[in-house]
């Protein structure tokens, strides 16, 4: 079988797939790169996911591109305004031409020999190609795109309603009159919630513990200002800083004053809900703010849909569903045309790609993080995973140019391996999970699965964005641990 060659391959045409291309073209104009995707059109999840009133989780002057102003009035942006956005990326960079459809990635395999990865590709006709390259940027995100995560619920085959899962919306799907009960807490619900109500004839959201909720406006008014004012890119330059520098302070704030932020926060729920209103029981957490996500509500929408009697919310346990609807464990039971199970995501790393050193199969979690995005022993890789307690792009962004670098670094020294390897001093590091602090249920499902961590550097995935930044731009690659070799 004839193999293609390039130097690079990403994996992932969604909004870290695509921006990293555009850094390529502009760091590495010479280097020859394809972008290989699963599916049949770019965008990732703004593609993928359908549901009512799909939108993003934090501003987009943090979750757009370093270098791509967002210039619509909104800030909180709904999901196909996301992906236009993504479009107009790919379209005024001239990265379509690179996009390589229903090409799914099986395996990918190096040769210390070559200094090459082969990677196993099956396209959209069920057959199997060869393509190698010297580099590889995988870019799938943490999820399964072929499906959620849903609990075993007892009584499930009983129900006689539709039961869906956000992540598979069917088209089309008209719950118009209906009783809809929404299983979840999260962002996933607190986005459904308001955006179902309005047609449905009551929407419940049953959620077994509470969730952090904050408000803010649609429309960032300090953003919409500076661009009457200043020029695009500058207006949008300073709106980042500025968000960027707000999320570090909050999420600051979470670990050194847990019990103040706390109650702002629950003070700010009460001020919503009024003083007749149940707040401790249906929105005060037993966690601490940011050992979990915050929950954004823009223009407090799923606080105006309560108010307004359309939806409710319910805090309580299942026991099993029925023909009917829901039992509770208290002995409720909430009837039901539809169930929505916005039960979360099933997190998965690399889109699965089964990952082999000169035939030796990796196992990722015997291996340490290098700065969060390489990994111990493994050559040539670098994998994009997003802040959990900020902007998913800003650190793709700083990934893929650090990647960028490190490509151009290689030539310089006319070397083709790039191998973060633990020094002596690091083979008495005390292992920590990748991902500290942070009790959601996603992640810990599957923290097993991934790289260990320690204290010191660069072994560490420090989930700060100020201080990734400044460590991927202006970082020397000669720390000890990074080594730069030949065949």
Same mark, same amino acid.
């Given at each position: 079988?004839?193999?293609?060659?390039?130097?690079?391959?990403?994996?992932?045409?969604?909004? /870290?797939?695509?921006?990293?291309?555009?850094?390529? +073209?502009?760091?590495?104009? *010479?280097?020859?790169?394809?972008?290989?995707?699963?599916?049949?059109?770019?965008?990732?999840?703004?593609?993928?996911?359908?549901?009512?009133?799909? #939108?993003?989780?934090?501003?987009?002057?943090?979750?757009?591109?370093?270098?791509?102003?967002?210039?619509?009035?909104?800030?909180?942006? *709904?999901?196909?305004?996301?992906?236009?956005?993504?479009?107009?990326? /790919?379209?005024?960079?001239?990265?379509?031409e690179h996009i390589r459809y229903k090409h799914k990635v099986q395996s990918a395999s190096w040769d210390s020999n070559a200094a090459l990865w082969t990677l196993q590709v099956e396209d959209g006709d069920g057959q199997t190609k060869t393509l190698s390259s010297q580099f590889l940027l995988t870019c799938a995100g943490?999820?399964?795109?072929?499906?959620g995560y849903t609990p075993a619920f007892a009584g499930r085959e009983d129900f006689q309603g539709d039961i869906l899962h956000p992540q598979q919306w069917p088209e089309d799907f008209d719950y118009s009159g209906k009783r809809v009960v929404v299983i979840g807490s999260g962002a996933t619900a607190v986005t459904l919630?308001?955006?179902? /109500?309005?047609?449905?004839?009551?929407?419940?959201?049953?959620?077994?513990?509470?969730?952090?909720?904050?408000?803010?406006?649609?429309?960032?008014?300090?953003?919409?200002?500076?661009?009457?004012?200043?020029?695009?890119?500058?207006?949008?330059?300073?709106?980042?800083?500025?968000?960027?520098?707000?999320?570090?302070?909050?999420?600051? #704030?979470?670990?050194?004053?847990? =019990?103040?932020?706390?109650?702002?926060?629950?003070?700010?729920? #009460?001020? *919503?809900?009024?003083?007749?209103?149940?707040?401790?029981?249906?929105?005060?957490?037993?966690?601490?703010?940011?050992?979990? =996500?915050?929950?954004?509500?823009?223009?407090?929408? %799923?606080?105006?849909?309560?108010?307004?009697?359309?939806?409710?919310?319910?805090?309580?346990?299942?026991? =099993? &569903?029925? $023909?009917?609807?829901?039992?509770?464990?208290?002995?409720?039971?909430?009837?039901?045309?539809?169930?929505?199970?916005?039960?979360?995501?099933?997190?998965?790393?690399?889109?699965?790609?089964? &990952?082999?050193?000169?035939? +030796?199969?990796?196992?990722?979690?015997?291996?340490?993080?290098?700065?969060?995005?390489?990994?111990?022993?493994?050559?040539?890789?670098?994998?994009? %995973?997003? !802040?959990?307690?900020?902007? !998913?792009?800003?650190?793709?962004?700083?990934? $893929?140019?650090?990647?960028?670098?490190?490509? +151009?670094?290689?030539?310089?020294?006319?070397?083709?391996?790039?191998?973060?390897?633990?020094?002596?001093?690091?083979?008495?590091?005390?292992? !920590?999970?990748?991902?500290?602090?942070?009790?959601?249920?996603?992640?810990? #499902?599957?923290?097993?699965?991934?790289?260990?961590?320690?204290?010191?550097?660069?072994?560490?995935?420090?989930?700060?964005?100020?201080?990734d930044r400044k460590d991927f731009k202006r970082d020397r690659f000669n720390d000890g641990a990074l080594t730069f070799s030949n065949p």
């Amino acid at each position: 079988m004839e193999t293609e060659q390039v130097d690079v391959i990403v994996v992932g045409a969604g909004l /870290a797939g695509i921006g990293a291309g555009v850094h390529l +073209k502009k760091h590495c104009p *010479e280097k020859r790169y394809v972008i290989l995707e699963s599916r049949e059109a770019m965008g990732g999840t703004w593609d993928l996911f359908r549901y009512p009133g799909i #939108r993003s989780d934090s501003d987009m002057h943090t979750l757009g591109y370093n270098f791509k102003p967002w210039i619509a009035e909104k800030a909180i942006a *709904e999901g196909p305004a996301i992906l236009d956005y993504i479009h107009e990326t /790919a379209d005024e960079y001239g990265i379509h031409e690179h996009i390589r459809y229903k090409h799914k990635v099986q395996s990918a395999s190096w040769d210390s020999n070559a200094a090459l990865w082969t990677l196993q590709v099956e396209d959209g006709d069920g057959q199997t190609k060869t393509l190698s390259s010297q580099f590889l940027l995988t870019c799938a995100g943490y999820y399964r795109y072929e499906k959620g995560y849903t609990p075993a619920f007892a009584g499930r085959e009983d129900f006689q309603g539709d039961i869906l899962h956000p992540q598979q919306w069917p088209e089309d799907f008209d719950y118009s009159g209906k009783r809809v009960v929404v299983i979840g807490s999260g962002a996933t619900a607190v986005t459904l919630v308001p955006a179902m /109500a309005d047609k449905a004839s009551h929407v419940v959201m049953l959620q077994r513990s509470p969730t952090y909720l904050v408000s803010r406006p649609f429309k960032d008014s300090f953003a919409n200002f500076l661009r009457k004012v200043l020029p695009d890119s500058w207006a949008y330059g300073l709106t980042r800083w500025r968000n960027t520098l707000f999320q570090h302070y909050i999420y600051r #704030r979470s670990r050194s004053h847990p =019990r103040h932020l706390r109650k702002k926060l629950l003070d700010r729920v #009460r001020k *919503e809900m009024g003083p007749n209103y149940d707040v401790d029981t249906h929105f005060k957490p037993n966690y601490n703010p940011w050992d979990q =996500r915050l929950c954004l509500v823009p223009d407090s929408d %799923f606080f105006a849909s309560l108010r307004s009697g359309k939806s409710s919310v319910v805090t309580d346990q299942i026991e =099993r &569903f029925t $023909a009917n609807g829901i039992l509770l464990k208290s002995g409720q039971e909430l009837e039901a045309d539809v169930i929505v199970t916005a039960t979360g995501l099933d997190m998965s790393l690399m889109g699965d790609i089964t &990952f082999a050193v000169d035939d +030796k199969p990796i196992n990722f979690a015997e291996t340490w993080t290098y700065k969060g995005l390489m990994y111990s022993g493994v050559p040539n890789l670098v994998n994009t %995973f997003g !802040y959990i307690n900020a902007s !998913y792009t800003l650190r793709s962004d700083i990934t $893929a140019e650090y990647f960028c670098r490190m490509i +151009k670094e290689a030539d310089a020294q006319g070397k083709r391996q790039v191998t973060p390897n633990l020094r002596d001093i690091d083979k008495t590091m005390e292992p !920590y999970p990748w991902i500290k602090e942070f009790s959601s249920g996603y992640m810990q #499902r599957v923290m097993h699965l991934f790289p260990k961590q320690a204290e010191q550097s660069p072994w560490r995935n420090t989930q700060n964005y100020l201080k990734d930044r400044k460590d991927f731009k202006r970082d020397r690659f000669n720390d000890g641990a990074l080594t730069f070799s030949n065949p």
